[in-house]
């Protein structure tokens, strides 16, 4: 069955950075997109960005554009998103979520990992 | 980037009866690349319903999805116990993909 399974919880002080990792089995990991979303708490979802495993190439939201960087890991499946120069709003739980069909296209999100809490505190 | 707003904020009902979610973006969202996912408490979000309309894989036929253009709606017939959640839409057909504020389904 397809799963993704994120890194731990981190604690990490302004101005720091953070590497999440999502590591993807059961299905063909290059075949299909991984999307990254975060959370804070008591709020909605907010898109991050998007890589394509098989390439590595990448889209960022505006926002995140320069702090952000998602790269992968081929031989163990595994994707990573790290964020830079981490401020107090960015405390909020990181998903990454696969694109539910392989290829080009414009698809949801089909499976997700289960979160990682990223808390930015001095 | 497309605006995403949902409404109402929580809906209140009881077992059994129908609840109607609305999404309205603020630019036409293409193909009808709206998706709708419902969340639980402490659990990531599941995709419930994309192309506006389509069911997701194993999600009960009481959740229908219809819209197109700028207003979407999501209906669930006969809530069961396991519906009350927070459900969000979003629209995927451009970048950056945008989710709505959620409305969150409550029991009465």
């Known amino acids: 069955q397809v799963q993704l399974v994120q890194s731990g919880a981190e604690v990490k002080k302004p101005g720091a950075s953070v590497k999440v990792s999502c590591k993807a089995s059961?299905?063909?990991?290059?075949?299909?997109?991984i999307n990254w979303v975060r959370q804070a708490t008591g709020q909605g979802l907010e898109w991050m960005g998007w890589?394509?495993?098989?390439?590595?190439?990448?889209g960022y939201a505006q926002k995140f554009q320069g702090r952000v960087t998602m790269t992968r890991n081929t031989s163990i499946s595994t994707a990573y998103m790290e964020l830079s120069s981490l401020r107090s709003e960015d405390t909020a739980v990181y998903y990454c979520a696969r694109k539910s069909i392989s290829g080009s296209g414009w698809y949801p999100f089909d499976y997700w990992g289960q979160g990682t809490l990223v808390t930015v505190s001095s | 980037e497309i605006v995403l707003t949902q409404s109402p904020g929580t809906l209140s009902l009881s077992p059994g009866e129908r609840a109607t979610l609305s999404c309205r973006t603020s630019q036409s969202v293409s193909s009808s690349y709206l998706a709708w996912y419902q969340q639980k408490p402490g659990q990531s979000p599941r995709l419930l319903i994309y192309g506006a309309s389509s069911r997701a894989t194993g999600i009960p036929d009481r959740f229908s999805g219809s819209g197109s253009g700028t207003d979407f709606t999501l209906t669930i017939n006969g809530l069961e116990p396991e519906d009350f959640a927070v459900y969000y839409c979003?629209?995927?057909?451009?970048?950056?993909?945008?989710f709505g504020q959620g409305t969150k389904v409550e029991i009465k």
């Open positions: 979003q629209q995927y057909g451009t970048s950056p993909r945008t």
């Open positions: 890589m394509n495993p098989n390439s590595g190439n990448t």
């Open positions: 059961g299905y063909t990991f290059t075949s299909y997109d």
